[in-house]
């Protein structure tokens, strides 16, 4: 059955570093996302992308984040100035089509600590 | 608005037990209603979903039942089973936009 994978699966980084979280969605799939999870508390949303653009954001999605899909199957979560609060676990989630039509199947999550 | 509220924030069940646990929203744009699961170290699987126009869909022995009028869900897992022990989460979207999550109900299911 086919996965969403994700990369590294735990990231350690010192305050102030950038950090890049990788994910290869499901290869079907046209819509694409990242989420995180602080330790014990609810998934969150931080942005959705389509069409090779960013079609929503949170508040949580600030300047210091950004996404991008380098290739055909690639897509990344950018961290530029990582603080002790980015410190969750990130997942990366695809559909085949839109958030309400569709599955949203998550990968397994990168750990990031912030040190 | 774009809440949605989970109670219990744990439970227990004995072995063979009924699992109830209950999400409300306020936001009446929301259109879908899926509940993913969570084991320790994973991400969120989806179990179950369900629209607004219908009262009630199961899956096995999961149910998740749908209250309209009073903006409320909940998934019944019927004969719970330890494999069952998992975070569980409701979560729903108001069309074609992300998903907001409940704050989740850690299950454990004794024998």
């Known amino acids: 059955e086919p996965e969403v994978t994700q990369t590294p699966s735990h990231q350690v980084t010192q305050m102030g570093q950038e950090v890049i979280l990788r994910c290869v969605p499901i290869s079907n799939h046209l819509y694409f996302y990242w989420y995180r999870q602080i330790l014990g508390q609810k998934v969150e949303f931080l942005v959705s992308f389509y069409n090779n653009e960013i079609s929503e954001k949170s508040e949580i999605f600030d300047d210091q984040f950004s996404v991008e899909r380098p290739d055909g199957s690639n897509f990344t979560l950018k961290i530029r100035s990582t603080k002790l609060e980015d410190s969750a676990m990130y997942f990366c989630a695809s559909s085949e089509r839109g958030p309400s039509t569709d599955t949203q199947y998550f990968g397994p999550g990168t750990r990031l600590t912030v040190l | 608005q774009q809440q949605v509220k989970q109670s219990p924030q744990s439970l227990i069940v004995q072995k063979g037990g009924i699992s109830i646990i209950n999400c409300a929203y306020e936001?009446?744009?929301?259109?879908?209603f899926p509940w993913y699961q969570q084991f320790p170290g994973k991400g969120p699987a989806l179990l179950i979903a369900?629209?607004?126009?219908?009262s009630e869909k199961k899956e096995g022995r999961f149910t998740i039942s749908f209250n309209k009028s009073a903006k409320q869900f909940s998934l019944h897992i019927m004969d719970s089973q330890p494999g069952d022990s998992a975070t569980y989460f409701c979560a729903a979207t108001p069309g074609n936009t992300p998903l907001v999550f409940g704050k989740g109900t850690r299950l454990s299911v004794i024998a």
């Open positions: 936001n009446t744009a929301f259109d879908y």
């Open positions: 369900i629209r607004p126009d219908v």
